[in-house]
Each structure stands twice: as C-alpha cells, then as structure tokens.
C-alpha cells in the first residue's frame, strides 16, 4: 500500500507519493494561499490524480493522506485552529480533502511532520532528544523528547516561530511584535534584502534583480553572499547572529543531541551552519562541554510531505 503526503506551505505545496518513507512521485504546485479552501483543495485532489495516474496506482492502492500544515491543528478533527501565513482559521481541511478523495485523512504541523521524517529515515535516527526548525517562508520547530515526538498538552506546543525575542520589534504574521519568525524566516531575509537594494542601490544584489526590488528572494541573498558581496554577507551575519542566539537557547533549554535545519533555507548547507555553529558556541551556556550537533536535516524541504504520509502509521502506534 502507498502514502499520500501533502506539505501545504504559503507559498508552494508539495504533494508526494510514497512507500514506506520512500518517494514513488512527487510535484510542487503554487498555493496561491489568497484563495477559498474548495478552490485549493480542488487543485491538491486534481494534482494527486494526475500523480497516481502517471505512476499507475489506483486508489485502492493508497492507504491514507497525511497533510502537513504551518499552524495550530485540532489533530482529532482534522481542522486548521489557526495557519496565520494561509490565513486560514477554524478550517475543516480533513474533511474538505476527504469529499474529494475517499481515504483516511490525518492533518498535523508541518515542521512536526518534517520531524516524523527525521525520526524514521534521517537525522533524528536512533536519537533520543532531537530539535528541527524549517525555515521557509516562515519559521517553524519540532522537538523530539526520550524519543517521541512532543507537541505540548493540546498539540499545539514547540512554535519557536513565535517566541518573542525582541519587545515592540517588527510586527509578525500572527499579530504579535518581535517574533523570531520575523527575523528568521525567508521572509525576514526577502524584507532586509528589498529593503538594502532601495537603501544601497549598488553591489552585486541590487545587479543580480537589475535594480527591482520586489524581485529580492532569499536565494538571491544567499547566493551574493556566498560570493562575498558585502550588503548580503551583512544581511545574512546578522540573520545567522538572531537564530544562533535562539539555537543556543533551545540547547541551554533542553541539551538535546541535535538541532537540525530544515525547510528550503537548509539548501544553503554549510555556508549558513557555520556561521550558525560560530554564533551557537559563543552563546550557549554549556562551554566547557560537549554540546548538541547543528546539523541540515536530510530530507530538507521535502520532509514535510515524507513525514505526513507518514501520519497513519504514527497515529496508529500513538494508539496502540
């Protein structure tokens, strides 16, 4: 039997075939999130049909849907509480996804999806205290405790995204002021870049959008950085020097054997966890000791679809 794992992101979703943790076909659909529910549950339903018919698997083949989403989840029900980057509230997504395709439907966060992968085929393997953050178009966490994955009392806990780390900073998605989402983010770094090649209309960002702006992605930054363009090394230190501060937090915190950097901003691999490790070491309280591993994870931005179509198997051994 096969696996369909969704990840539903602001900006693009990933919907996935699997067996087992193992990719059988996957595709990246914009999620066009100013939408109605119907309107892009209609598109996840065509684009897992056009998936099945081009790997010649049936229905009756598939065993469930899982659907990773960046926000708080009733996990019972199925229903987004609240997914401030979607602005979604109180949605039924399970049972939406369900009308249109008649299998089990399981919903859970994102980052706590990504984490399931990490535990069963990568980074969190045979650990036994492990901490994930995504970083995407936002940011999100996942903690494994003595080997299990911990959400707090409702399922709603470990959103680091959202711990505030500046009071009367800049204003976050969810409403409050000085998330670390807002700092630490691919959005945070899309907005400091915007904002330098209006400021410093110069150098090798503000030639690689041709002066515009509103093209500056967090991959054009990286990118200028790694070749030493200045402004974006500046953009990207800083970024590097906020999130160091809250990783030595969460080992100060809870000492777990790892802290693994997910999400589509993991791509930029060793050139953003150096500077993380250098900013982690300086930070942490543990000094004279041997400390977590900073690690990318291994599934990076696809191990929020493994990890919910993982979401039946998990569910059913939490009830065993």
Same mark, same amino acid.
């Given at each position: ?79 987004i509480l609240h997914a401030y980057n ?92 000085g998330c670390l989402e807002a700092y ?44 030493g363009d200045a402004i974006s090394l ?22 777990? #054997?790892?802290?693994?950097? *997910? ?5 930029? =691999?060793?050139? !953003? +966890? /150096?500077?993380? @490790? &250098? ?15 900073? #690690?990318?994870?291994?599934? *990076? ?5 493994? =990890?919910?179509? !993982? +979401? /039946?198997?998990? @569910? &059913?051994?939490?009830?065993?």
């Amino acid at each position: 039997m096969y696996q369909i794992g969704l990840d539903i992101g602001a900006t693009n979703t990933r919907i996935a075939i699997v067996d087992n943790g193992e990719v059988i076909r996957s595709k990246i659909i914009p999620t066009l999130s100013g939408r109605t529910i119907q309107e892009i549950v209609d598109d996840d339903a065509a684009s897992i049909g056009a998936l099945m018919k081009d790997a010649s698997i049936s229905l009756s083949e598939i065993e469930a849907i899982g659907v990773g989403v960046p926000g708080a989840v009733d996990r019972i029900n199925g229903t987004i509480l609240h997914a401030y980057n979607l602005q979604w509230f109180n949605v039924p997504l399970a049972q939406e996804l369900k009308k249109k395709i008649d299998k089990p439907v399981f919903v859970e966060n994102d980052a706590n999806c990504a984490a399931l992968a990490e535990l069963a085929k990568g980074v969190f393997q045979g650990k036994r205290n492990a901490f994930l953050l995504t970083l995407s178009t936002g940011l999100g966490s996942s903690m494994i405790l003595d080997g299990k994955l911990f959400s707090g009392r409702k399922g709603t806990g470990v959103e680091m995204g959202h711990v505030t780390i500046r009071e009367g900073g800049i204003t976050c998605t969810c409403g409050n002021k000085g998330c670390l989402e807002a700092y630490c983010s691919a959005s945070a770094l899309e907005r400091e870049g915007r904002r330098a090649v209006i400021d410093q209309p110069y150098g090798q960002l503000y030639n690689a959008v041709k002066g515009d702006f509103k093209q500056v992605n967090a991959k054009h930054i990286m990118d200028c950085a790694k070749k030493g363009d200045a402004i974006s090394l500046d953009i990207v230190h800083r970024f590097a020097d906020t999130l160091g501060s809250a990783i030595a937090s969460i080992i100060n915190l809870m000492d777990p #054997e790892i802290v693994a950097i *997910g999400g589509s901003l993991s791509k930029s =691999g060793e050139f !953003l +966890l /150096a500077s993380l @490790r &250098e900013n982690v070491k300086k930070k942490v309280f543990f000094k004279n000791m041997v400390t977590a591993n900073i #690690e990318v994870s291994k599934f *990076g931005s696809e191990g929020g679809a493994i =990890g919910a179509s !993982l +979401l /039946a198997q998990y @569910r &059913e051994s939490e009830d065993s």
